[in-house]
Nanobody, 114 residues
Framework: QVRLVESGGGLVQAGESLRLACVVL?????????LAWHRQAPGKQREMVAD???????NYTDSVKGRFTISRDNAKNTVYLQMNRLKPEDTAIYYC???????WGQGIQVTVSS
């Protein structure tokens, strides 16, 4: 069963921006759950880059603080990750995650060239 649908990845140059979106198909789960974005770069462990509580409290890993913004739109059951001033080290597959039910998105590629 498809639970999450991600979009918005692509290939950009360093310094540019992308916005990822993740639609959570179960609205009830969306509204009560913390939501997260993870990424996995080649040869690296998967890491959480940002999450947001149901009360809109965000959290970021240090490497993206000040550059990335996580937000949620409860009317659209969508969580976003706005990624600004992208760096080559941001290159990874990005995954939406709903920890409460351990739902994962399909993954979307973000590639940042030097």
């Amino acid at each position: 069963q498809v639970r999450l649908v991600e979009s918005g990845g692509g290939l950009v140059q360093a310094g540019e921006s992308l916005r990822l979106a993740c639609v959570v198909l179960d609205g009830a789960i969306f509204r009560i759950s913390r939501l997260a974005w993870h990424r996995q770069a080649p040869g690296k462990q998967r890491e959480m880059v940002a999450d947001i509580t149901g009360g809109d409290i965000p959290n970021y890993t240090d490497s993206v603080k000040g550059r990335f913004t996580i937000s949620r739109d409860n009317a659209k059951n969508t969580v976003y990750l706005q990624m600004n001033r992208l760096k080559p080290e941001d290159t990874a597959i990005y995954y939406c995650h709903v920890p409460l039910v351990d739902y994962w998105g399909q993954g979307i590629q973000v590639t940042v060239s030097s």
